[in-house]
């Protein structure tokens, strides 16, 4: 089992950056895949990013690529999402999720632990 926290998120202009933050307890951080997914009000839960458990692989959204960066610590047990030139259609909680030890991590139905969310506003 692993259990995630988040924090971080905030609101914050059109334009501007956030850093949003997952700790990980347990030990089976290392061998999981992670992801941060977001849900606005009234939507589906939407896949942004997925890191793979060595960190060796990256997967963004479309709508996300070129402005998030995803980063991870498996020392420190710690997941990291710098958000820069935010726009108001970011504006989301934000999930940090974990998948099954050592498998896929390219869906949302793939991940199974999850944390509370953390609101991230942008104003236009």
């Known amino acids: 089992q692993v259990q995630l926290e988040e924090s971080g998120g905030g609101l914050v202009q059109a334009g501007g950056s956030l850093r949003l933050s997952c700790t990980a307890s347990?030990?089976?951080?290392?061998?999981?895949?992670m992801g941060w997914i977001r849900q606005a009000p009234g939507k589906e839960r939407e896949y942004v990013v997925g890191?793979?458990?060595?960190?060796?692989?990256?997967r963004y959204a479309d709508s996300v690529r070129g402005r998030f960066i995803a980063s991870r610590d498996n020392i420190k047990k710690q997941l990291v999402l710098q958000m820069n030139d935010l726009k108001p259609e970011d504006t989301a909680v934000y999930y940090c999720?974990?998948?099954?030890?050592?498998?896929?991590?390219?869906?949302?139905?793939?991940?199974?632990?999850w944390g509370r969310g953390t609101q991230v506003t942008v104003s236009s």
């Open positions: 890191i793979k458990w060595d960190g060796s692989t990256v």
């Open positions: 999720a974990a998948a099954t030890p050592y498998q896929r991590y390219h869906y949302v139905s793939d991940f199974k632990s």
């Open positions: 347990g030990d089976t951080f290392s061998s999981r895949a």
